[in-house]
C-alpha cells in the first residue's frame, strides 16, 4: 500500500478550482494509475486554512478572529468544502483523511477529522480528543469517541493536535488494534521544536505506523510550521531513525510504501 502526506508549504491556491487543481496536480503523479491501496493524509485546520486562502474570512487580523469568523460560515460553505474532498478522494480513487474541520453541536466547538473511501463516501469521522490550554482557550471541547476504522489496508485511527502528547490516546488506540495512525497536525512555528516528543514517541512505544501531516502555512499573521513524515518503529527502518520519508518546506507529497512488516521510503 502507499501513504501519502501533504502540507500546504507551497500552496498558492485563491479558489476552490485552483484548490481541486493543486491536489489534483500534486498527488496525480504520485498516486497515478496504481490498483493497489492508497491512503492520503492532509493536516490540521485545513478547511480553515482553504476558508482563509479563498477570502471567505475577510479582513481577518489574527487567528483567535479567523476561528470566530470561520464559525460564522453558512452551513452551505461546510457542505461545499465536504463534497470538494469526496470529488477530489473518488476522482483519485483514494483513502483520503481531508485535514480537519470545526463542528459545533449544542453550542459545543469540536475539532474534528473526516475519513473519506475511495468512492468518495464518508467512512468516519474523529474528533480530537484531548486539548491543549491554547485550544481550551479557543474554545474547543475535547471528544469523547475513540474510533478504529476497518480497511482493506488494515486498521486505522485518526490523532489530531495534541493528542500526540498525549500516551494513552495512541495506548489505546493500540490496544484496540490500531496498526497505522493518521495525524493532522497544525504546529506553530514557535513549538516545532516539541515535535519529536509527539508522534515519533507514540509510534515507538506502540509499535504502529504514523502518515503525520504537518500544516506549513501561514493563516491571518500565525506561522504553523513542523516537519511532515512517514513514521515507522525504528527497527523497521534501514537507519533505525523511525522515519521513512520527510520533507518541510518545498511542498512535495511524502510518501512510503508500506507492505505489512517490510517498508520502503520513496522520494
Not at 493532522?184 to 516545532?192: E, F, L, R, V
Amino acid at each position: 500500500m502507499l501513504v501519502v502526506a501533504l502540507n500546504f508549504a507551497d500552496s498558492d491556491f485563491t479558489t476552490p478550482i485552483t484548490y481541486k487543481e493543486y491536489i489534483l496536480e500534486k498527488l496525480s503523479p504520485v498516486v497515478g494509475e496504481k490498483q493497489e491501496n492508497v491512503l492520503v493524509v492532509l493536516p490540521a485546520y485545513s478547511a480553515l486554512f482553504l476558508a482563509y486562502c479563498f477570502g471567505d474570512l475577510g479582513d481577518v487580523q489574527n487567528f483567535t478572529e479567523a476561528i470566530r469568523i470561520f464559525q460564522t460560515l453558512p452551513p452551505s460553505w461546510h457542505l461545499a468544502w465536504l463534497t470538494l474532498q469526496q470529488d477530489l478522494s473518488a476522482e483519485l480513487r483514494i483513502w483520503f483523511v481531508c485535514g480537519t474541520t470545526f463542528t459545533s453541536t449544542n453550542g459545543n466547538l469540536y475539532h474534528e477529522a473526516v475519513f473519506l473511501t475511495p468512492q468518495g463516501t464518508i467512512l468516519g469521522r474523529q474528533k480530537q480528543l484531548t486539548l491543549s490550554a491554547a485550544e481550551k482557550k479557543l474554545g474547543f471541547i475535547q471528544g469523547e469517541e475513540r474510533q478504529v476504522f476497518t480497511t482493506p489496508m488494515g486498521k486505522i485511527g485518526i490523532m489530531l493536535g495534541a493528542d500526540a502528547w498525549h500516551g494513552e490516546t495512541g495506548q489505546a488506540l493500540s490496544r484496540q488494534g490500531a496498526e497505522i495512525i493518521c495525524y493532522c497536525g497544525a504546529m506553530p512555528k514557535t513549538t516545532s521544536c516539541r515535535q519529536a516528543e509527539g508522534m515519533w514517541q507514540q509510534v515507538q512505544q506502540n509499535k504502529f505506523f504514523c502518515v503525520e501531516s504537518q500544516l506549513f502555512a501561514n493563516i491571518a499573521g500565525h506561522q504553523f510550521q513542523a516537519k511532515t513524515q512517514i513514521l515507522a518503529p525504528c527497527e523497521l527502518t534501514s537507519d533505525f531513525s523511525g522515519i521513512l520519508a520527510q520533507h518541510t518546506t518545498d511542498g512535495r507529497p511524502v510518501f512510503a510504501t508500506l507492505n505489512k512488516l517490510k517498508f520502503s521510503p520513496c522520494s
